[in-house]
């Protein structure tokens, strides 16, 4: 069992700011990693794959980095739409999310 | 446009079983796997299990095993899951999710989602 855990669990900046997220792993993911944005009331969204891969529409305030265990997605200037939980997951074994990020924006 | 839409919400008595379908569009439904998602009342997301629209091959999550059944309909280009001897713990918002980015392989990430079913189980 890999256990993905997100830190902090709530993060409240202003807009502008840089967010900071972090995922680490119990054993090394290698590159296999994606992150997801939720908003309330609807679906996951993919952001970033294989670490560091924009999906399509990814908006390029988000970057993604890391490999092993250790993973940081950067939201480089907070948008008042960015307020979301954001999820990591890795593909190698289950459970494969971490327990989210909740973003609010000040 | 891809979309995968989904089947309506349901609520259930504890021991019966739900099927949910999903059903894509805008892509080639055999080219994509297709995996379950649930999500508990403010919790955070639990995978399930997958298929391959082609072959009908399956994968389950251990805790999911014997439990839940998926399956799809080529002909009809639709991937149902089914969950049977519900418990009020089953009671969750189901995702149906295509594997992406990559067009065959499995890749185990899921770049688009259907709209969700929430699933209520209560006596």
């Known amino acids: 069992e890999i256990v993905l855990t997100q830190s902090p669990a709530t993060l409240s900046l202003s807009p502008g700011e840089r967010a900071t997220l972090s995922c680490r792993a119990s054993?090394?993911?290698?590159?296999?990693l994606a992150w997801y944005q939720q908003k309330p009331g609807q679906a996951p969204r993919l952001l970033i794959y294989?670490?560091?891969k924009r999906a399509t529409g990814t908006p390029a305030r988000f970057s993604g980095s890391g490999s092993g265990a250790d993973f940081t997605l950067t939201i480089s200037s907070l948008e008042p739409e960015d307020a979301a939980v954001y999820y990591c997951?890795?593909?190698?074994?289950?459970?494969?999310f971490g327990g989210g990020t909740k973003v609010e924006i000040k | 446009q891809v979309q995968l839409v989904q089947s309506g919400a349901e609520v259930k008595k504890p021991g019966a079983s739900v099927k949910v379908s999903c059903k894509p569009s805008?892509?080639?439904?055999?080219?994509?796997?297709i995996h379950w998602v649930r999500q508990a009342p403010g919790q955070g997301l639990e995978w399930m299990g997958w298929?391959?629209?082609?072959?009908?091959?399956?994968k389950y999550a251990q805790k999911f095993q014997g439990r839940v059944t998926v399956t799809r309909d080529k002909f009809f280009r639709t991937a149902y899951m089914e969950v049977s001897r519900l418990r009020s713990d089953d009671t969750a918002v189901y995702y149906c999710?295509?594997?992406?980015?990559?067009?065959?392989?499995?890749?185990?990430?899921?770049?688009?989602w259907g709209q969700g079913t929430l699933v209520t189980v209560s006596s």
């Open positions: 999710a295509r594997d992406g980015p990559d067009r065959g392989d499995l890749r185990f990430y899921f770049d688009f």
């Open positions: 805008g892509y080639t439904f055999t080219d994509y796997y």
């Open positions: 298929i391959n629209p082609n072959n009908g091959a399956t």
């Open positions: 054993q090394s993911v290698s590159s296999y």
């Open positions: 294989d670490a560091s």
């Open positions: 997951q890795q593909r190698d074994n289950w459970p494969p």
